[in-house]
């Protein structure tokens, strides 16, 4: 999918399809290629998929938090010239698409969240190991899956990678503590953007209770299990995250 990578000032970004605007959020682990599900279902169904690299590891230390990250969104919406859209993140990405929810709510007119980061402390650290041998990396992939067979070795030596980068490695762990301070227990009540909300039931890294929580706190939301599912919903169940997804902006009208 990179090859259709369109790079404009600071964004670099993937568009597919033409229609309503859907914006794709990326967490920390993996990229882009997270989302060949979404980006091939949606487009048919009269939606434009918008994928940008966000810039983890281009700020300063000092600026490698999540509210800069919100604001980059807010910043990339109104580069393509879009008065509302929809989000939708996963793990870190779904953090940005809260707070970007929470900061700028006439933007976003819905909000997509699976697996996200927000609520609970331990999902950004735990799930990122900090140093360790490959071996010890891949079993710490393999944990973000249900089936561990999804963990392929692009993935892991993608996370090797980035963890045997000092640089890549201090912004991680930059992003990781900002979003343990950006709890949003006390912001969800008074966000009133309708927010679908999808999880599976077997996540690890941000487990089932978190999405209850996520369901609880949030006004105007409706949460969705993906069962033998882990962290990330979107690429061990593409067909039934795509579904339900579906449905949901059928019902809603978006």
């Known amino acids: ?34 989302f060949d599900g ?13 994928i940008p690299e966000l810039p983890i590891y281009k700020m300063t230390l000092l600026r490698t ?13 109104d580069h393509l010239g879009y008065e509302e859209v ?3 993140g996963n793990s870190l990405g779904g953090h940005i698409g809260l707070l970007c929810t929470k900061m ?9 969240i699976t697996g996200s980061s927000g609520l609970y402390e331990s999902a950004m650290g735990e ?50 503590k900002s979003a343990i301070r950006h709890n ?28 209850i929580e996520f369901d609880e706190l949030l006004p105007d939301s409706e949460l969705y299990w993906i069962d033998k599912c882990g962290h990330a919903a979107m690429m061990e169940h593409p067909a039934e995250f795509n579904q339900l997804l579906y449905a949901w902006l059928e019902k809603r009208g978006f």
């Open 65 to 77: 938090n999540v509210k800069n990250f919100a604001k980059y969104v807010a910043q990339f919406i």
């Open 1 to 34: 999918m990179s090859e259709n990578l369109k790079k404009e000032g600071k964004f670099s970004y993937l568009e597919i399809g033409e229609g309503t605007p859907i914006i794709i959020l990326h967490g920390l682990m993996g990229g882009l290629s997270n």
């Open 38 to 50: 979404v980006a091939d279902f949606f487009p048919p169904k009269g939606y434009k998929i918008l």
């Open 86 to 88: 929809i989000l939708l």
């Open 127 to 176: 799930s990122y190991p900090k140093r360790g041998d490959y071996e010890y990396i891949r079993q710490k992939a393999e944990n973000v899956f249900y089936d561990p067979a999804v963990a392929t070795k692009e993935i892991v030596d993608d996370v090797y990678e980035t963890v045997n980068d000092r640089n890549k490695l201090i912004r991680t762990l930059a992003i990781a």
């Open 104 to 112: 700028y709510p006439e933007k976003v007119k819905a909000l997509v």
């Open 184 to 211: 949003m227990a006390k912001d969800l009540p008074k966000m009133h953007t309708p927010t679908c909300i999808i999880w599976g039931k077997n996540d690890n890294v941000t487990p089932p209770e978190v999405a």
